[in-house]
């Protein structure tokens, strides 16, 4: 398992957290997500370190791009 953690400047709100965990804990190569309002800090933890081409495109793809990654 490998932790990520993402800045993602557009989390304004609980919706916003919650679309994010939602569309991210569909991926089979996720196995917890955390998105946080206030800090705007997305952690996922993965099965494999390759799958995060796939996180990061799919933040994106659905509205919630990665400003940066912090882990
Ligand atoms: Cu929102």
Known sequence: MVEKKYSVP???CKHCVQTIQMELSDL?????????ETSKVVTVL???VEAESQVL???EEIGYPAAKELT
């Open 10 to 12: 557009g989390i304004s």
């Open 46 to 48: 993965l099965s494999e």
């Open 57 to 59: 495109n799919l933040l």
């Open 28 to 36: 089979d190569e996720v196995s917890s997500v955390k998105a946080d």
